[in-house]
């Protein structure tokens, strides 16, 4: 029963979050802080689904003006875990594939979001200089996921390197953002799933690498961040294992 009653609240609060995204997207399209906007929006349904998120950090970046945030990305809940962290003049970049998903995706791009063709190598090379051109003209950030997919309970996956040749084009700084494991932890007939910890790390530094670095780059980087989540996979409270009551309710 719980479980459809969270089903039906998603499903509305979806419905409102598409609707006023697209009356302030099409009233400002592609504005760089509608996604601040609707992150906060999508960030709100977190209660909805019984997982409490804490975001620490947030004074690492207060003043930073740009750079890339990279962050592990574990599963679809994703979407609303992780957009609390988002700040103002922000965007993601995705896969162009994203764009024909009903709705979602058509929303995705018209709020400002990039899109990029991972499969054409000359069009992500192309889009990469895009992005590093709207970065120092338009003194933005941009939040990726690095391992280009969800790792589903797999851990930490490999690192590609599109995050990396734009923050060392663009000489700004790499922002990891490590979230800790929670692969499997919501279940919608359980009131209470638990703690979701996302820890906003110090910015690296990407000038003091070169181009030829950006492997090491790349590693120092996800090596923070798979430090960062072992130490909040100690840290976190589990949800208490459902009772045979609750698992049939």
């Known amino acids: 029963m719980l479980k459809l009653l969270r089903i039906l609240l ?33 960030h709100l349904a977190c209660p909805l689904v019984g997982l409490k998120v804490k975001i620490r950090g947030r004074e690492n970046v207060k003043d930073l003006d740009s750079g890339i945030f990279i962050a592990n990305h574990q599963t679809n809940w994703d979407i609303i875990t992780h957009p609390g962290v988002l700040s103002p003049r922000t965007v993601a970049i995705g ?18 979001n990039l899109l990029i063709n991972r499969e054409n190598r000359a069009k992500a090379a192309n889009t990469i200089g895009k992005v590093v051109e709207k970065i120092r003209s338009r003194k933005m950030s941009v ?24 923050a060392l084009q663009a000489q700004v700084p790499i922002v990891p953002v490590a979230c800790s494991s929670y692969f499997g932890q919501v279940d919608l007939n359980r009131w209470d799933n638990g703690e979701v910890l996302i820890d906003i790390m110090p910015p690296i530094d990407a000038s003091q690498y070169e181009p030829a670095q950006l492997r090491e780059l790349l590693k120092v980087s996800r090596k923070q961040i798979a430090d960062r989540i072992e130490h909040l996979d100690q840290e976190v409270r589990r949800p208490e294992p459902l009772t045979q009551s609750g698992a049939a309710s």
Not at 14 to 31: D, E, Q
Not at 101 to 109: A, D, E, K, N, R
Not at 145 to 166: C, Q
């Open 10 to 42: 998603l499903g509305l609060a979806m419905v409102i979050v598409f609707v006023l995204g697209t009356l302030l997207c099409l009233a400002r399209p592609r504005h760089p802080n509608n996604v601040h906007l609707l992150g906060r929006l999508f």
């Open 95 to 112: 896969k162009n594939s994203l764009f024909w998903i009903p709705l979602f995706g058509q929303l995705f791009w018209l709020s400002g």
């Open 143 to 166: 939040w990726m996921f690095p391992e280009g997919t969800r790792s589903k309970g797999k851990g930490l996956l490999p690192f590609k390197t599109g995050a990396f040749h734009i």
